[in-house]
């Protein structure tokens, strides 16, 4: 099993947060796509947070509009 350490995931994010949050996203996001489901396949938050610790994943904050 692979670690991620908060500092390791926040490199590329502005915090430990959102950095979950983006990961949390993107293995969503991986989960629609179909996949080889053999046994050596990683899981989708595993491959998710790797992805974010080595910086691969384009993110933005987009502002949340409030009701009138």
Same mark, same amino acid.
């Given at each position: 099993?692979?670690?991620?350490?908060?500092?390791?995931?926040?490199? !590329?994010?502005?915090?430990?947060?959102?950095?979950? +949050?983006?990961?949390?996203?993107?293995?969503?996001? +991986?989960?629609?796509?179909?996949?080889?489901?053999?046994? !050596?396949?990683?899981? +989708?938050?595993?491959?998710?947070?790797?992805?974010?610790? !080595?910086?691969?994943?384009?993110?933005?904050?987009?502002?949340?509009?409030?009701?009138?």
């Amino acid at each position: 099993m692979q670690v991620f350490t908060p500092s390791d995931v926040s490199k !590329h994010a502005a915090n430990k947060y959102l950095s979950v +949050l983006i990961a949390a996203k993107f293995a969503r996001v +991986l989960n629609e796509f179909p996949r080889d489901r053999s046994a !050596h396949e990683k899981k +989708l938050t595993t491959r998710a947070l790797e992805e974010l610790a !080595h910086g691969e994943i384009e993110y933005r904050v987009v502002a949340r509009r409030r009701p009138a």
